[in-house]
């Protein structure tokens, strides 16, 4: 079983619909999680940390499930310029950042 | 501004011929890595280090070999390329010794071994 794993997707929205990622990771000790953004082959920028108590941040909600292992990132009001492919990223065994393979979203007018 | 580089952008190499992948960043962080990400795998880092002459490997370090004898300086050399080293390689840092805060990247260097 892979450290993270995300559904590749790609998600395939209209402009203005709300979507929900989950990423699932496997080491029950991981303290540090976050959401990446990476434009088509570009460098990945983060997008957002993901706290306990889940964390809000304009259009971008990210929540985490400790019970049940996974992270979520919710995108209301999605626009064109969301077009992205959205990195997991979990601290895994060996207490390294471990990234997930992406979740494509592609927004369409 | 507050960045990481990477030089080349783009290379196309043959089997065998040794190259180096430079890396520099300009925010004085104790943490640098290189990842390579092929298509499926997601990120995978290569090496790491966690201060001027400390490194180690990562998940994916054969037929790579690093030096951190800088604080701002990372580089990433490949004696002998293999085609299977064929990939877009991304060198990063972070503020703290143990990684695991934000990762800023540099633009990536796209290499073909041929």
């Known amino acids: 079983r892979k450290e993270v794993e995300q559904d590749p997707g790609p998600f395939n929205v209209p402009e203005g619909a709300t979507v929900a990622f989950n990423c699932t990771y496997s080491?029950?000790?991981?303290?540090?999680f976050f959401w990446y953004r990476q434009d088509c082959r570009k460098e990945p920028k983060l997008l957002m940390s993901?706290?306990?108590s889940g964390n809000e941040d304009g259009r971008f909600t990210a929540q985490l499930n400790r019970a049940s292992q996974y992270i979520s990132l919710l995108i209301r009001d999605s626009k064109l310029s969301d077009s992205a492919t959205y990195l997991c990223v979990v601290n895994g065994y060996g207490n390294k950042l471990v990234f997930g393979a992406g979740t494509i979203l592609r927004v369409k007018s | 501004e507050a960045q990481v580089t990477q030089n080349p952008r783009y290379l196309i190499t043959v089997t065998g011929k040794k190259l180096t992948v430079t890396c520099s960043q300009n925010m004085n962080h104790e943490y640098m890595s290189w990842y390579r990400q092929d298509p499926g795998l997601g990120l995978r880092q290569i090496y790491y280090?966690?201060?001027?002459?400390?490194?180690d490997k990562g998940d994916v370090p054969e037929g790579y070999k690093v030096s951190r004898k800088e604080k701002r300086n990372f580089p990433l050399i490949l004696e002998s390329p293999s085609p299977n080293q064929t990939s877009l390689y991304f060198c990063?840092?972070?503020?703290?010794?143990?990684?695991?805060?934000?990762?800023?990247f540099g633009p990536g260097t796209r290499l073909l071994v041929l």
């Open positions: 280090s966690m201060n001027v002459e400390v490194t």
């Open positions: 990063a840092s972070s503020i703290s010794t143990g990684g695991l805060e934000t990762q800023y």
């Open positions: 993901v706290y306990s």
């Open positions: 080491n029950s000790a991981s303290q540090s």
